[in-house]
C-alpha cells in the first residue's frame, strides 16, 4: 500500500467512526435499551448512562442477585458489610454511611472504572434505594456527556488571564454543540437550509445585543493599538556559511578519476621528452652550436676572473719582498754586535 493508499483509507475509516458515533449518539437520545429485570435501580440507570456503558452496568446489576452478604459492625450511622459471590471464596469488605449515602467496597471497580460493582449494589438494595446516588453516577458515561461543558461564570470581578479561559472553555462548548448539529443536518438539503437559516438569526440576534458590541468595540481598539505599536520584523538576512556552495556533490567514482588524472599530468611532464624528430643535419648543427655557447661561457668566466688573479699574486709578491727585506736587517745587526 502506497501513501496515497494509506491517506484514502485513513479517511474513510475516520468517516465510518464518524458515522457510527452519530449514530450511536442518536440511538442513546432517542431509544431505551431493553430492560430485563423492571426495578427502579435498572430504569434509573437505563436513563442515565450511554447504551454500550449500560451494558456494562447491567452485568454488575444482575451480579448482585448471587451476592451473598452478612453484616460485620455498625453503629447505626456507619455499616460494615461482608460480601462474598457464590463459588468464590474471596470475601469482600463493603462499607456503607447511611448519613451521607455513601458506599465503597474494596474490590475498587468504582475507582478504576467509575461503575459502582455488585457488592456496593447489593448494599444499595438492602436499603431500598430506587435509583443510584447522584455521586456515583459519572458523566462522561451518561447521555448528556458532551452538553454542557461549562457553566455560566460572573466574569465582572475577573482578571483578564480568568476571561481568556472562560471564553475558551465557552468556544469549546459551542464547538462541541456546534459539530453535533452541523454533522445532523449535513445528512439532507433540508437539514442544511434549517442550520443556514438559524445561524443568520442567531448573527442578527447577536449583532443587536449591546453587551457583546462592547466587548467587540474593545477588541477592535486594543488590536488597533497593538498594530500602532507593533515595529516592522523582516526576515533575517540570508548568510552563506563558509565552503558551502551550491554545486552538485561529486560521488566517489568521480573524485577517484580526477585524482589518476591529476597523478598521470604530472608523470607525464617529469618525463624527459626522449622522442626526437630532427633530421641528422640539424642534430649536427645544434651540438656545434650547443659547443660554442659554452666555450663563450668558459672565456667569460676566464676573463672576469682575470684581475682576481693578478691582485692575488702582487700581494704575493708584497709579502715575499718585505719578507727578505726584513732578513738583511736581521743579518746586519747581528755583524755588528760581533765586530763591537
Known amino acids: 500500500m502506497d501513501l496515497v ?104 471497580l468504582f475507582e478504576s472504572m467509575g461503575l459502582l460493582c455488585c457488592h456496593a449494589l447489593k448494599v444499595i438494595d438492602s436499603k431500598n434505594f430506587t435509583c443510584i446516588p447522584k455521586q456515583y453516577i459519572m458523566k462522561r458515561w451518561t447521555k448528556g456527556a458532551k452538553k454542557e461543558v461549562v457553566g455560566s461564570y460572573d466574569l465582572s470581578y475577573s482578571s483578564d488571564k480568568e476571561k481568556k479561559s472562560a471564553q475558551s472553555l465557552r468556544l469549546s462548548e459551542l464547538l462541541h454543540q456546534g459539530n453535533f448539529a452541523f454533522s445532523v443536518g449535513s445528512l439532507s438539503d433540508l437539514g442544511t437550509k434549517i442550520i443556514k437559516q438559524k445561524l443568520m438569526e442567531a448573527l442578527k440576534i447577536l449583532e443587536n445585543d449591546e453587551e457583546i458590541a462592547n466587548v467587540m468595540g474593545n477588541l477592535n481598539k486594543r488590536d488597533n493599538n497593538i498594530s500602532s505599536n507593533e515595529c516592522l520584523v523582516l526576515n533575517p538576512s540570508i548568510i552563506r556559511a563558509k565552503d558551502v556552495t551550491n554545486a552538485r556533490i561529486k560521488n566517489s567514482l568521480e573524485n577517484k578519476k580526477k585524482k589518476s588524472a591529476k597523478v598521470g599530468g604530472s608523470s607525464q611532464s617529469s618525463r624527459p621528452n626522449t622522442m626526437s624528430f630532427e633530421t641528422p643535419q640539424q642534430q649536427h648543427d645544434m651540438q656545434k652550436h650547443a659547443n660554442s655557447s659554452s666555450t663563450a661561457v668558459t672565456q667569460h668566466q676566464y676573463s672576469s676572473n682575470m684581475p682576481a688573479a693578478r691582485q692575488h699574486q702582487q700581494q704575493h709578491r708584497g709579502t715575499n719582498s718585505n719578507n727578505g727585506s726584513t732578513s738583511s736587517c736581521n743579518s746586519k745587526l747581528k755583524a755588528a754586535a760581533t765586530s763591537a
Open 5 to 108: 493508499d494509506f491517506v484514502h483509507h485513513y479517511e474513510d475509516k475516520i468517516e465510518e467512526m464518524r458515522l457510527a458515533e452519530l449514530e450511536e449518539d442518536f440511538r442513546c437520545k432517542n431509544g431505551m435499551p431493553h430492560l430485563k429485570v423492571k426495578s427502579g435501580i435498572f430504569k434509573h440507570a437505563a436513563s442515565e448512562y450511554t447504551m454500550k456503558i449500560f451494558s456494562f452496568f447491567e452485568q454488575e446489576l444482575i451480579s448482585f442477585f448471587g451476592v451473598r452478604m452478612t453484616e460485620f459492625s455498625n453503629n447505626g450511622i456507619d455499616y460494615i458489610y461482608e460480601a462474598f459471590e457464590e463459588g468464590c471464596k474471596r470475601i469482600f469488605k463493603v462499607q456503607f454511611s447511611s448519613l451521607t449515602s455513601t458506599v465503597s467496597c474494596s474490590c475498587k
